[in-house]
């Protein structure tokens, strides 16, 4: 959850750090750290791989000083500790009362677990891809549905959330394209 968490937050930048281990979770002293940047259209699936290989090159580099017990011991900062929570399915239910660009780092974050989604007519659609568009005429949760361009989106609070690649329960994902091809609302 930390990574969604960053996500979530419309951070820049996380990345990771090697921790001298003590009682208290996640409180002992850092070693080596290194940041890595999150990009706009970032995933928890794509900043996991990265950050994987932040972790792999900070042991790489950091592994001799620990051979030879010459690695420095760094005191953390407690007042810029952050701290996140665990994630459940009900957690990605889209509110299309928050504004759509909440909406679309939502489903960045919670892209592969635990997903995002919503219901129309108690049909539950899975989105795994949006961006945002300026408002249009609508209120909250109307529907802007276009066939012929094959766009589909839906009017948030602040802005549209236009769906790029969406899902119908039980089926695969689908460009919305392909997606308004086979579906009736």
Known sequence: SPIASCLLDGANET???LMAM????DAGPWIAQEKVEIINDETSSTLTSKLAQASAHVLETTLPSL????????????????????????????DFSKPAIVLE??????????SSYFFINEQRYIVHKAHVEASQKGEIGTLHVDRTNGTFAIQ?????????????AG???????EFLRGTQF
């Open 15 to 17: 990345g990771v750090s």
């Open 22 to 25: 003590v009682a208290k979770l």
């Open 105 to 114: 780092r939502q489903i960045r974050a919670f892209q592969p677990w635990p």
């Open 67 to 94: 051979i030879d017990k010459t690695y420095i011991l760094h005191e953390q900062n407690e007042a810029e500790v952050t701290f996140t929570y665990k994630f459940n399915k009900a957690d990605g239910l889209l």
């Open 171 to 177: 089926g695969k994902a689908l460009t919305t394209k």
């Open 156 to 168: 948030t609070t602040e802005g549209l959330l236009v769906f790029d690649v969406i899902q119908k």
